[in-house]
């Protein structure tokens, strides 16, 4: 399909859209489909068929629409109104209310700051476009890049612009992404490997398969965009089984770009091929390790290998291979179509850009935002998420999951940003934001990170294997009160040898929620041990806490 | 005709000048020349894989502490094989070996013939800081002639990868995970029942401890490891 058919879609679609401007949107991402949007959508299909509106208004499903915590959401246009906790039995009023005033008692404002705050560049399709019409995403600009890309960019031009715009790998480690770029499409082979990395397995984090729920093909345009940058013709989505939604929409989205020759042989109408494959984990979150990912891949054992060489150098198959993270390919499209530099000018000095976070925890508003880097941790926390429910007391939040850290109150005013999430002992991470209050233990909070590492360990490394369950058999230790001082000392060696000596990932930075709690919380370490006291009464310690303690 | 660019590096290991071809590792090097590099899942003759983390060593310019086993040399390296925080690390895992399973020498098969006994000695372990885990591991005798003997077993893969990359049986594989790993013969079926072991008896040669061993030897006696390098070397065509 040549580059002016594609604009034909995209306009007739724009058009469409104007004759008619009636729609409702129901959110249909995990979140609001587990508490029932399914349901919902059926009845205001079936209101919107026996009532004055039959055949002129569209029920669609659409992706995440942010405030998970409301679910079901359901908007409504040409009015623009959000209403929350929808229920099959109020289909009927929200049908009525299309082309009038809006049904007060579920309308969700869009001025609450959980909106106002956000900025979206990842998420500008989410909750807008039916996933599982590419349709929607044409008009919604959708393909522009890679045609742009194809027809008007050398190769090295697209990484330029991806270097310039600053982006850092959402994956966790925040790689720059066009250096990566440039190291593949540098290396000398035949052949090269594109590989989306959606394995996303930290507790907690929900941001990868939201975009892949709400907007799947920004993500294949994203690598599509890359394998021409990088010379490969091939790419894979490595997605976790447990992600069936996703796997469908990613499917479906597979298909119709297929069909309208944006994968295959000569896409855009020019020489560039470029094909993807959908390659299901089994749910190991150290399959998300790059290394482990490509081994299973290849059919083995999913574990991590000692790098050098790295995946740019020689990865699957032996080919240098470029492997970015979900988030990462999304932003890709928005940058080659604005340019690099108007990336750069969002976010810090050395975070550019936005990025999204899933909030979850004691937070009033639970569910995924997208803020511009270097906004402040009071402010994703209190503005944005509204703060911590029930007139508790916010003690931390944990950033980074199992590989990353508790980050107190003393931290809030820092801008989040690699550099400074780091200097405060935890990690950016992919995105996980769990906030605490008062009511946690920050002992058994770290031995809850322990114990997921510990069965999360591959085996292969004696430090990880052997040395998280060690840690975990002191932690649960300290928590019992059954642990003495001999006791945090051995812990505090293990954190050390296991985060210095591992070979992987998981292993080096699995000591982390032990290593920032023990950095900011040390007092409730020694409660438990000196005191046998767990001073949140989370654990139980042997000894009965006094009543109102 | 150009030169050919030089594949000669040179570059020091604790002190010492050594020159090594671009294509050797940094424990290559260093044993050349006579200096000891602790290893374990390293064996002469197959694939190395990084794992039991006994070769770390330092090198200036990096705070990363990186596997002998697996690193090549570079140009004016500087390597650091013997350091305290080194000989720490290294005695901690072997204590967390020994604490993982049942390490217990005195009834084991492999009394005297064990690499894991000799790095044990090597690296002056008089006790063990961290607790006995005592796991109940099952022993395998359904094989004519070999025993599997999981509480012995340290998880090197040595038998794994002789008899995948020499032998090309690929009976052994890992199965499940973090400390519940455990080596198995085919799908986990019981060793004599294997269809593809072809009892060549390479993964008992190669075992570094009592966890495989022949039966009907109550002391085993020295295990035979020459055939590995010769093998290779032989495949290779060098
Ligand atoms: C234990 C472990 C788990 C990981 N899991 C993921 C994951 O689920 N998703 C992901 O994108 N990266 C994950 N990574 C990071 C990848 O190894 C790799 O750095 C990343 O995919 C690179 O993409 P990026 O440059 O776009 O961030 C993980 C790393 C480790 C050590
Ligand atoms: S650090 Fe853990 S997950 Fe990584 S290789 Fe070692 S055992 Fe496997
Ligand atoms: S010998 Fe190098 S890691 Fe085991």
């Known amino acids: 399909?040549?580059?002016?058919?594609?604009?034909?879609?995209?306009?007739?679609?724009?058009?469409?859209?104007?004759?008619?401007?009636?729609?409702?949107?129901?959110?249909?991402?995990?979140?609001?489909?587990?508490?029932?949007?399914?349901?919902?959508?059926?009845?205001?299909?079936?209101?919107?068929?026996?009532?004055?509106?039959?055949?002129?208004?569209p029920v669609t499903g659409v992706g995440c629409m942010g405030l998970c915590s409301r679910g079901p959401l359901v908007s409504t246009e040409p009015a623009g109104v959000l209403y929350q906790n929808v229920t099959?039995?109020?289909?009927?009023?929200?049908?009525?209310?299309?082309?009038?005033?809006?049904?007060?008692?579920?309308?969700?404002?869009?001025?609450?700051?959980?909106?106002?705050?956000?900025?979206?560049?990842?998420?500008?399709?989410?909750?807008?476009?039916?996933?599982?019409?590419?349709?929607?995403?044409?008009?919604?600009?959708?393909?522009?890049?890679?045609?742009?890309?194809?027809?008007?960019?050398?190769?090295?031009?697209?990484?330029?612009?991806?270097?310039?715009?600053?982006?850092?790998?959402?994956?966790?480690?925040?790689?720059?992404?066009?250096?990566?770029w440039s190291t593949v499409a540098k290396a000398r082979a035949e052949t090269r490997y594109v590989i989306c990395n959606a394995d996303e397995g930290d507790p907690g984090a929900f941001m990868d398969r939201s975009v892949l729920e709400s907007d799947p093909q920004r993500v294949?345009?994203?690598?599509?965009?890359?394998?021409?940058?990088?010379?490969?013709?091939?790419?894979?989505?490595?997605?976790?089984?447990?992600?069936?939604?996703?796997?469908?929409?990613?499917?479906?989205?597979?298909?119709?770009?297929?069909?309208?020759?944006?994968?295959?042989?000569?896409?855009?109408?020019?020489?560039?091929?470029?094909?993807?494959?959908?390659?299901?984990?089994?749910?190991?979150?150290?399959?998300?390790?790059?290394t482990a990912l490509i081994a299973s891949i290849e059919g083995g054992r999913g574990t991590p290998r000692p790098r050098p060489p790295y995946p740019a150098q020689a990865g699957l198959f032996g080919a240098p291979t470029l492997i970015n993270n979900v988030e990462t390919f999304a932003n890709i499209p928005p940058i080659i179509r604005n340019g690099g530099d108007w990336y750069a000018a969002m976010g810090t000095q050395r975070s550019k850009g936005t990025k999204v976070f899933a909030l979850t925890g004691k937070i009033n508003?639970?569910?995924?935002?997208?803020?511009?880097?270097?906004?402040?941790?009071?402010?994703?926390?209190?503005?944005?998420?509204?703060?911590?429910?029930?007139?508790?007391?916010?003690?931390?939040?944990?950033?980074?999951?199992?590989?990353?850290?508790?980050?107190?109150?003393?931290?809030?005013?820092?801008?989040?940003?690699?550099?400074?999430?780091a200097?405060?002992?935890?990690?950016?991470?992919?995105?996980?934001?769990?906030?605490?209050?008062?009511?946690?233990?920050?002992?058994?909070?770290?031995?809850?990170?322990?114990?997921?590492?510990?069965?999360?360990?591959?085996?292969?490394?004696?430090?990880?294997?052997?040395?998280?369950?060690?840690?975990?058999?002191?932690?649960?230790?300290?928590?019992?009160?059954?642990?003495?001082?001999?006791?945090?000392?051995?812990?505090?060696?293990?954190?050390?040898?296991?985060?210095?000596?591992?070979?992987c990932g998981l292993g080096q930075s699995a000591p982390n929620p032990v290593l920032s709690t023990l950095r900011y919380f040390r007092d409730e370490y020694l409660a438990h041990i000196q005191e046998k006291k767990c001073p949140a009464g989370v654990c139980a310690c042997g000894m009965k806490q006094e009543a109102g303690s | 005709m150009t030169p050919a660019v030089s594949d000669v590096k040179t570059l020091q290991i604790d002190g010492i000048d050594v020159s090594a071809q671009a294509d050797q590792t940094i424990l290559d090097a260093a044993r050349e020349k006579g200096l000891s590099i602790p290893t374990l899942c390293h064996l002469d003759g197959l694939g190395d894989v990084g794992a039991c983390r006994l070769c770390l060593v330092e090198i200036k310019g990096t705070s990363k502490l990186l596997p002998a086993c697996v690193t090549r040399v570079e140009e004016g390296m500087e390597v650091t094989t013997q350091s305290e925080r080194l000989l720490k690390y290294r005695r901690m895992t072997l204590e967390l070996l020994f604490a993982e399973r049942n390490h217990v020498c005195s009834v084991c098969v492999a009394n005297g013939h064990c690499d894991l006994q000799v790095l044990g000695q090597a690296h002056g372990l008089t006790h063990v800081q961290f607790p006995y885990r005592y796991p109940k591991l099952p022993m395998d005798a359904s094989h004519d002639r070999f025993v599997v003997d999981h509480n012995r077993c340290v998880l090197c893969t040595r038998c794994v990868r002789v008899c995948d990359e020499v032998e090309g049986a690929h009976t052994w594989d890992v199965m499940s995970r973090g400390i519940g790993s455990m080596v198995i013969t085919d799908l986990h079926q019981p060793w004599g029942e294997s269809d593809t072991c072809t009892s060549c008896g390479k993964c008992v040669q190669v075992c570094p401890t009592g966890a495989l061993f022949e039966k009907g030897k109550a002391r085993l006696v020295a295990k035979s490891r020459d055939f590995l390098p010769y093998l290779a070397m032989m495949r290779e065509g060098k």
């Open chain 1, 1 to 57: 399909m040549t580059p002016e058919q594609l604009e034909q879609i995209a306009s007739e679609e724009t058009a469409a859209r104007a004759r008619n401007p009636r729609r409702l949107s129901v959110c249909m991402a995990a979140g609001c489909i587990s508490s029932n949007s399914d349901a919902v959508k059926k009845a205001l299909e079936r209101a919107v068929a026996g009532g004055p509106l039959k055949d002129a208004c």
């Open chain 1, 88 to 180: 099959p039995e109020d289909a009927g009023e929200i049908v009525g209310a299309v082309s009038g005033p809006a049904v007060e008692r579920l309308q969700c404002s869009r001025e609450l700051p959980f909106f106002k705050r956000q900025v979206g560049v990842v998420l500008e399709n989410s909750g807008q476009i039916n996933p599982e019409r590419i349709e929607d995403y044409l008009a919604a600009k959708g393909y522009a890049a890679l045609v742009q890309a194809l027809t008007e960019m050398r190769p090295a031009e697209v990484i330029e612009q991806v270097s310039r715009s600053g982006l850092r790998g959402r994956g966790g480690a925040g790689y720059p992404t066009g250096l990566k």
């Open chain 1, 220 to 290: 294949l345009e994203g690598m599509i965009i890359a394998g021409y940058a990088v010379g490969a013709s091939r790419g894979y989505i490595y997605v976790r089984a447990e992600y069936p939604l996703a796997i469908a929409r990613l499917n479906t989205a597979i298909r119709q770009a297929k069909h309208l020759g944006l994968l295959g042989s000569q896409i855009g109408n020019t020489e560039f091929a470029f094909d993807i494959e959908l390659r299901l984990g089994a749910g190991a979150f150290v399959c998300g390790e790059e």
């Open chain 1, 365 to 421: 508003c639970t569910g995924l935002i997208e803020v511009p880097m270097g906004m402040s941790l009071r402010e994703i926390i209190f503005e944005v998420g509204g703060g911590v429910p029930e007139g508790r007391k916010f003690k931390a939040v944990q950033t980074g999951g199992p590989s990353g850290g508790c980050i107190p109150e003393q931290f809030l005013d820092m801008p989040v940003d690699y550099d400074s999430l």
């Open chain 1, 423 to 503: 200097q405060a002992g935890s990690i950016m991470g992919s995105g996980g934001m769990i906030v605490m209050d008062d009511s946690s233990c920050m002992v058994d909070v770290a031995k809850y990170f322990m114990e997921f590492c510990m069965s999360e360990s591959c085996g292969k490394c004696i430090p990880c294997r052997a040395g998280t369950a060690q840690m975990y058999d002191l932690l649960a230790k300290i928590c019992e009160g059954r642990a003495a001082l001999d006791d945090l000392a051995m812990l505090e060696d293990l954190c050390d040898m296991v985060k210095n000596t591992s070979l």
